[in-house]
C-alpha cells in the first residue's frame, strides 16, 4: 500500500526532510515505518497527527527516536496515546538529543504519564516546545511538570491550556516559570544543590563506614557484640528511611486537586497550536 512504499522512501533516502503523514488512519503496527526511521540520516519534521497509533505503535515509534539522531520536530497529537505511550516517550526523550519539538496534545495522558515525562524533561537538554494540551493532566502531573522545569533551562514552551482537569493556578504557575528572566541562573543553582547534597551524603556514609570499622579493629575481643549492634544501627537507619518515604508519598498523595474542566479540547484537523495563550495567534494544521 502507500505506507509502504513511504516506508521504503524513506528507508533509502538521503534528502528526504519533511513528512506529513497526518489524518491516514496509521497504527505502527507492523514496524515496518519505525525501522526506517530508525536508520534514517535526512528527515527533520515528521508529522503523525490524527491517526492511530496507540501506545503500541508509540512503543515502537520510541524505540526509534532513542536510535535516531536527525529528527528534530515530531507531531503525535490526536492518536489515542495514554500514559504507557508516554511512558515510552520520556524513556527515548531521556537518551535523544535531537528533537526539540513534541506536539502530544488532544491525547489520554493522564498524571502518571506527566509524572514519567517530568522526569525525562530533568535530563534532556534539547527539547524546546512539548505540547500536552487537552489531555488527562490533573494539577498533581502538572506539579511534576513544575518541578522538573527547576532543573530545564531549554524548554521554552510547555502547553497544558485547556488540560481538562487542571487548574488555572497551576497553568499560571508554569507560565510563571517558563517566562522567568533569573530562570537559567536559577536551574544552575538547583542542580548545584542537589549535586552538594548527594555529596555530603556519600562523604556522611563513608565517614560512618570508617567509624564502624575502627570499631570492629578496637573491640576485637567481643566481635559478635559488635556485629549485633552494628545491624541494629543499621536497622534503625532503614526504619527512618522508610518512614521519610511513607510522609513524603503522603505529601504527594495529599497535593493533587481536582480542576475545574475547560472545553476547547474536540479533536479537528485543524487546529491552532503554539501558544500557552488562547487569544495568541499560532499556527493552522
Known sequence: DDLNVITEVLQ???????LHLGANRITLEDGKFTDALTNNRSLRFLHLGWNTIGDEG???LAAAIKINEILQKIYLNDNQIGDDGARHLAGALIVNTSLQVMRLYNNNIGDEGASNLASSIKENKTLHEIYLNCNEISDAGARKLADALRFNHTIKTLDLWSSKRLSKVMQGEIETLLSDPKREVNVLRAIIAVK?????GQEEEIMMLTAENAALKSDAKSPIQLLERIM???D???AALESNVENYQRMVDSDGGVASG??????TKRRRVGSTNPNAGGEDL
Open 196 to 200: 552538594d547534597e548527594t555529596i555530603a
Open 262 to 267: 475547560d472545553a476547547g479540547c474536540v479533536s
Open 58 to 60: 508509540v512503543k515502537r
Open 236 to 238: 534503625e537507619r532503614i
Open 232 to 234: 541494629a544501627s543499621k
Open 12 to 18: 533509502k533516502s538521503e534528502v528526504l526532510e519533511l
